[in-house]
Structures are given as C-alpha cells and as structure tokens.
C-alpha cells in the first residue's frame, strides 16, 4: 500500500511544487471490511504525518462511509481512495451499486438504533456529497475534511 504521488502543479522556477499524496484500497463488502479500512487509514495518514484528531476524524468517516457500502449496496466490494492536497484531506468510498436510494441525512428518534452515520460525517466534514461511479455502475460517497 504504498502512496502514489503526483504532481498538482509544476510550477516555475523559483515556486514550489505542490504535491498530492494518494492512496486506494479495495476490500470485500463484508462488514469485518469495516475494521480493515479502519486501520489502513489509520496507518497510511500516520504515514503521511496528518494530525491526531484528523486521522481521528478520518478513521471515523471512512468507517461509517464503508458501513453504508456495505449494509445499503449489493455490491461486492468497495474502493476506498485517500488523498491529500495541501491542507485538505479527501475521503472516497465506491460501490458498485444495487442501493435502493441515494445516501442522505434523515431525522432519527432517540430510540432508533441507526441512521446517524451521516449526519456524523456531515458534521466532521468540511463537505460532502455522492457521485454516480464513472461506469455508471454504483457511486461513490466523499467527503473532504482539513487539518
């Protein structure tokens, strides 16, 4: 799993050259896949020298992201896809489809026992949204956070 770097912009002589930092995962959709992505991210962005509460933060969108993937989607499998851009950190998680509705924030009572995973990561995200998969097959959930 080792980080694939690539060049934003070349610059000019005398400028610096901003660098992405990138990295992509594919496990089962099973839910112990869940734990696994966990401590991939968790590894790679201390790998990459990103701050506590980020990685935190991180570990704990992609976990409920790959949660949804894997309970909502008759999907296979899901990628999971890091990136890093100065400041920002940016979050994919793809399925290849099979959900019956598109991913939301929806009120939920006290007492139900589920349906907060994205308000959770509505609420740790600077933003966040869903994209149709460039197959046409699936989607793919991001949400961006910065440290």
Same mark, same amino acid.
């Given at each position: ?8 912009? $070349? ?9 992405? /930092? ?11 896949? !869940? ?23 991180? &570990?704990?969108?992609?976990? =409920?992201?790959?949660?949804?993937? !894997? ?6 499998? !899901?990628?999971?896809? /890091?990136?890093?851009? =100065?400041? $920002?950190?940016?979050?994919? !998680? ?46 793919? &959930?991001?949400?961006? /956070?910065?440290?």
């Amino acid at each position: 799993m080792a980080p694939f770097h690539e060049a934003l912009s $070349l610059g000019r002589p005398g400028r610096s050259v901003t660098r992405c /930092l990138k990295d992509a995962f594919l496990l089962p959709a099973l839910s112990s896949s !869940v734990a696994e992505a966990r401590g991939l991210v968790l590894v790679r962005l201390r790998d990459w020298g990103i701050d506590e509460e980020v990685r935190e933060n991180a &570990v704990l969108v992609v976990s =409920e992201l790959v949660t949804n993937a !894997v309970r909502h989607t008759t999907t296979a499998s !899901v990628r999971c896809e /890091l990136r890093l851009a =100065e400041a $920002l950190l940016r979050l994919e !998680v793809a399925d290849q489809g099979g959900a019956r509705t598109q991913p939301r924030t929806r009120p939920v009572s006290a007492d139900q026992e589920g349906g907060r995973g994205l308000m959770l990561v509505e609420a740790l995200a600077e933003s966040w949204g869903v994209r149709p998969h460039e197959s046409g097959q699936g989607r793919t &959930v991001w949400a961006c /956070l910065t440290g």
